[in-house]
C-alpha cells in the first residue's frame, strides 16, 4: 500500500472516531435528560481499494447513527398518559363538587334538613310559639340557601369547566403545530440523508404532552414522519394539519374539527375529563340534588295545604313554600310576614299539632322509591365520595403502569454512563491506535524522501 493511501486511510479513521467519542459525549451529558434518547454508533469497514486481483481495506466508517427508541413502548405510554390525566382531571373535578356540598359537617345540606325537620317537631310541644314558629321559618330559609349554593356552585362550575376546555384545545392545536413542523424537518433531513435524532426526542416529547391532553394515535411511515389522530380524526402529519374547536350544541360540549365539519370521541386525557364533566356529571348531581330539593318541597307543601293557620279566622291551603326553581326552596312570603301562618293544626284547634307532627315525620318516611330524603340525598353524596376514591385509585394504578413502561423506556432508550464509558474508552483506544499509525506513516514518508 501507498505510504499516502496509509496517511488518507488513518486521516478519515482519526475522523470516525473523533465523532464516535462526540456521540457517546452527547449520550453522557444528556444521562439526566428525560426526553433524550440514547444514540449509538455503528461502524462498518469503509469501502475497499481493488489493485488487480487484490483487494485491501480502506478503513474504517460510520454507518449509522441509531437512536434506541421502542416504538411499541411509546405507544403504550402515550396511552397510559391519557388514562392517568382523566383520572387525575376527573379526581379534582370531583373534588370541587364535595367541596360545594361541605359534607358532613354543620354547614351541610343534611344537617339543615335535620335541623328544618327538628323544628317542626319542636313546634309540636308549643304549637302557638312565636319563637319556635320563626325558627321553623329561620330553618327553612338556611336550607334554602345551602341548596341554591350548592346549585349555583355546580352552574358555575360548569361554566369554568367550558372556558377551561376552550383553553385545554388552544394547547392542543399548539402541540399539533410544533409537531408538524418538526415532521417537516425530519422528512427534509431524511430525503438528504441527515440524521434527525434531536428534532425525533423534541417531536416526541409534543407527542407525550399532547397524549396527557386527549387521546391520540401515532403511527411512523418510513420517513420517520408521525402521523397523529385524535379520537379517531386525522390531526397531523407531513404535509398538513387541522385545528379543532370546541362547540356547545343542545347543552353539551363537542370537539369539533375547525370547520365544524366532524365531532371527535375522545376517550381519554385531560380534556376528556373535563367534556364528560361538562356534558354528564354535573348535570346528574343536579339533577339528584333537584330531587332532594322538589321532595322537600313536595311533601312539605302536600302536607301543610292541609293544615290550618293560627289566625283569626284560620285559613287552610296555604303552601309552606311557594316555588323551587334552581336549588331555591323560596319560603312563602305570607308565612316570612306572619309566622302565625304556619300551619300546623289538622282542624282548626290551637293545640293541635298533627300537622307538625307529620311534617316532623318526614325524617323517616319513606318516598315513592323505597327510601327517605335524607337516604336519597346520602347516595348522591356517597356517589360523589366514591367517584372521587375510584379515580384516585385509577389515578395511582395508571402511575404504576406508567411507572414500570418509563423504566422499560430508560433501560432500553435511557443513557447508561457505565455503558458509555465502557464506549468512550474504546474510541479512545482506537484513536490513539489510529494516531500511531499516522506517525509511522510520517516515519515511511521521511524515510523514503531521505533516500531520494
Known amino acids: 500500500m501507498a505510504v499516502n ?3 488518507n486511510m488513518t486521516a478519515k ?10 456521540v457517546t459525549s452527547n449520550n453522557i451529558t444528556n444521562a439526566n435528560n428525560t426526553s433524550y434518547s440514547r444514540q449509538r454508533v455503528v461502524l462498518g469497514e469503509a469501502p475497499p481499494d481493488s489493485y488487480g486481483k487484490f483487494t485491501i481495506g480502506n478503513g474504517v466508517q460510520i454507518e449509522d447513527i ?8 411509546d ?8 388514562s392517568k390525566s382523566f383520572s387525575e382531571k376527573q379526581s379534582t373535578v370531583v373534588s370541587q363538587v364535595e367541596s360545594l356540598f361541605s359534607e ?7 344537617n339543615l334538613t335535620d335541623s328544618f325537620l327538628n323544628s317542626w317537631e319542636e313546634l309540636t310541644v308549643n304549637p302557638t310559639s312565636a319563637a319556635l314558629r320563626t325558627n321553623v321559618v329561620q330553618n327553612a330559609q338556611k336550607l334554602s340557601v345551602k341548596g341554591q349554593s350548592i346549585y349555583e356552585g355546580l352552574d358555575e362550575m360548569r361554566s369554568d369547566i367550558g372556558k377551561e376546555s376552550a383553553n385545554t384545545i388552544i394547547d392542543v392545536n399548539n402541540y399539533l403545530t410544533q409537531i408538524s413542523t418538526l415532521n417537516k424537518q425530519i422528512y427534509e ?3 438528504v440523508g441527515n440524521s434527525a435524532n434531536d428534532l425525533l426526542d423534541k417531536r416526541d416529547a409534543f407527542l407525550e404532552d399532547l397524549s396527557k391532553l386527549v387521546n391520540i394515535n401515532v403511527t411512523m411511515d418510513s420517513d420517520n414522519v408521525a402521523n397523529v389522530s385524535i379520537g379517531g380524526v386525522y390531526a397531523a402529519g407531513r404535509l398538513s394539519k387541522i385545528e379543532f374547536k370546541t362547540v356547545e350544541e343542545n347543552g353539551k360540549l363537542l370537539i369539533k374539527t375547525a370547520d365544524g365539519n366532524t365531532s371527535v370521541s375522545l376517550n381519554g386525557g385531560e380534556l376528556y375529563s373535563l367534556q364528560k364533566s361538562y356534558n354528564t356529571d354535573i348535570k346528574d348531581y343536579k339533577t339528584q340534588l333537584d330531587g332532594v330539593l322538589k321532595s322537600i318541597y313536595d311533601e ?11 289566625t283569626d279566622p284560620p285559613e287552610t291551603g296555604l303552601k309552606f313554600f311557594e316555588n323551587y326553581e334552581n336549588g331555591n326552596l323560596v319560603v312563602n312570603s305570607e308565612i316570612v310576614d306572619d309566622v302565625n ?3 300546623v293544626s289538622s282542624d282548626g284547634s290551637n293545640g293541635n299539632n298533627d300537622v307538625a307532627s307529620k311534617i316532623a315525620s318526614l325524617k323517616t318516611k319513606k318516598l315513592s322509591n323505597g327510601l327517605t330524603i335524607s337516604d336519597n340525598y346520602s347516595n348522591l353524596v356517597s356517589s360523589i365520595g366514591y367517584e372521587k376514591v375510584l379515580q384516585d385509585q385509577n389515578a395511582e394504578s395508571f402511575d404504576l403502569v406508567l411507572s414500570q413502561l418509563e423504566e422499560q423506556k430508560s433501560n432500553y432508550s435511557g443513557v447508561s454512563l457505565d455503558e458509555e464509558m465502557v464506549d468512550v474508552l474504546k474510541f479512545q483506544r482506537s484513536y490513539d491506535a489510529t494516531a500511531k499509525l499516522i506517525q509511522i506513516s510520517d516515519e515511511l514518508l521521511n524515510t523514503l524522501i531521505n533516500m531520494v
Open 341 to 343: 301562618k304556619i300551619a
Open 75 to 82: 405507544n403504550q405510554i402515550l396511552k397510559s398518559n391519557s
Open 66 to 73: 441509531q437512536r434506541l427508541k421502542n416504538q411499541a413502548l
Open 104 to 110: 358532613p359537617s354543620d354547614l351541610g345540606l343534611s
Open 189 to 191: 433531513s431524511s430525503i
Open 13 to 22: 479513521s482519526l475522523a470516525v472516531y473523533q465523532k464516535a467519542l462526540a
Open 5 to 7: 493511501s496509509l496517511l
Open 300 to 310: 312539605v307543601n302536600n302536607l301543610h295545604t292541609k293544615g290550618y293557620t293560627t
